[in-house]
């Protein structure tokens, strides 16, 4: 069975120039078209920055979970890991990425939630004054589906 049976690829917060903190769509892992899923990979993708980012003006992203959609609560080391399974550093509010310095290069990162909660969402929180956007996106990758195929 090829892999595009086998898992669901849902946009998470569409790819656009950014200046202030979006409101987000918490992605349900149960009811993602071909759920539920048991394994959420999320790919965070933060272009140059718009600004020269500082400890006053800086970018982060903040990954939250919740049993309900409701009730939310930041994400601790134990609940996500880095591309190849390896333990990240989360910081305060489920900080998984931050950016405090000049960033001239696109980068892309891969988060495995492994929290197990129904719910997910990801948020970039701009802090300070953003006069330029900074590029910012994300998409989930839903695998394990209990029903294949998926698609």
């Known amino acids: 069975m090829e892999i595009a049976s086998q898992i669901s690829v849902p946009i998470v917060l569409a790819i656009q120039s950014r200046t202030a903190t979006p409101t987000v769509t918490a ?15 999320l790919v965070v993708y933060t272009g140059p920055g718009g600004i020269t980012f500082s400890e006053t003006n800086s970018l ?6 919740s049993v309900d959609g409701v009730a939310w609560s930041a994400v601790t080391a134990g609940d996500v890991r880095g591309a190849a399974g390896q333990p990240i550093t989360v910081g305060a509010n489920g900080t ?7 960033k001239s290069q696109a980068s892309s990162n891969l988060y495995v939630y492994t929290g197990g909660r129904r719910f997910v969402r990801l948020t970039p929180v701009f802090s300070g004054t953003h006069g330029t956007g900074t590029i910012t996106g994300a998409l989930a990758i839903l695998s394990g589906a209990l029903v294949l195929p998926v698609a």
């Open 27 to 41: 992605l349900d892992v149960a009811t993602a078209p071909g759920g539920p899923f048991n394994a959420v990979h």
């Open 60 to 65: 982060a992203w903040r990954l939250e979970h």
């Open 96 to 102: 998984v990425e931050a950016y405090t310095s000049a």
